[in-house]
């Protein structure tokens, strides 16, 4: 295949990688507590790094696969971040930062 077709399709030198994100808030937040904390999340640890998310979830549990922003892949170094980030939310009772995976190919949800 071509350089320039290994490029457009994110293939081989050219593949993107993103983690899958899933949390469990406190049983005992209420849906505006909820969404504040979501949206927290999105301003103070994913926008903040040059990342996007996008997923869903329902009251408790939660779920985003995470992608840099335009192009290139998200880092080991992100991936510290968010754990980071997350080890400090009382508003969590557990999470999984996991491992870098194809962003366009391999993520299977």
């Not at 030198?13 to 983690?19: A, K, N, P």
């Not at 869903?56 to 991936?79: D, P, Q």
Request: glycine share 10%; charged share 30%; proline share 1%.
């Amino acid at each position: 295949m071509r350089k320039r077709l290994r490029k457009k399709l994110r293939l081989s030198e050219y593949t993107e990688y993103g983690c899958l994100v899933t949390m469990s808030l406190k049983k005992d937040m209420d849906e505006a507590a909820r969404d504040a904390f979501l949206d927290h999340w999105i301003e103070s640890a994913v926008e903040v790094n040059n990342l996007s998310c996008g997923g869903g979830g329902s009251n408790e549990r939660w779920s985003f696969f995470v992608a840099l922003c335009g192009r290139g892949s998200v880092t080991e170094e992100h991936r510290a971040k968010l754990s980071e980030w997350l080890s400090g939310q009382r508003e969590i009772e557990s999470f999984t930062v996991g491992p870098l995976e194809d962003a366009w190919h391999g993520w299977k949800g």
